[in-house]
């Protein structure tokens, strides 16, 4: 079978998509919404629009604030971007290429965000009353959130093998029958 496959395309565009629109929500929030210079804007009881540079990866974690740091970290998440899309065309079940699509089109969308700011533009804030249950996050950190949740769920959850039990019944009940 061929390393392009309509599956792999599939994942592909989706990747693009994810792509697509979170750069397009990133583009309205700081030209549009001037939310880098505004900082808060208030739309739900429970949500906000509050601009962040997140400097590191997750929650922070590996902040980059040196020139040789931001350059490791955009080595590292450039590396993990490229496993994933080796990993996805590797792949043949669809639930696993559209989750891997996820986690890599959002990987871009922030590797996008490194490159033209040195950070990555965050602006999502969901919260209950001051209870902040996550950090300010995009489109892109949304993404590979459930792409990995998804990927999780398959693996635990989801068997995409027929049942051999049959099989073995049958298989047996033909040898003693001869």
Known sequence: MGIVTPKRVQGLIIAAAVVIVDQFV????????????????DLLPFFDLRYAENRGISYGLLTADSLEGRIGLFLLTGIIALGVL??????????????????????????????????????????????????????????????????????????????DEGKDYQAGAATENK
């Open 26 to 41: 990133k583009w309205f929030v700081l030209s549009i919404l001037k939310l880098r210079e505004v900082g808060v804007v």
């Open 86 to 163: 080796i990993w996805m065309f590797r792949e043949n079940k669809m639930g696993d290429i559209v989750a891997l699509a996820l986690v890599l089109g959002g990987a871009l969308g922030n590797i996008i965000d490194r490159v033209r700011f040195t950070y990555v533009v965050d602006y999502a804030d969901f919260h209950l009353g001051t209870w902040r249950p996550f950090a300010v996050f995009n489109v892109a950190d949304a993404a590979i959130s459930a792409g990995v949740v998804l990927l999780l769920a398959r693996s635990l959850f989801i068997s995409d093998k027929p049942s």
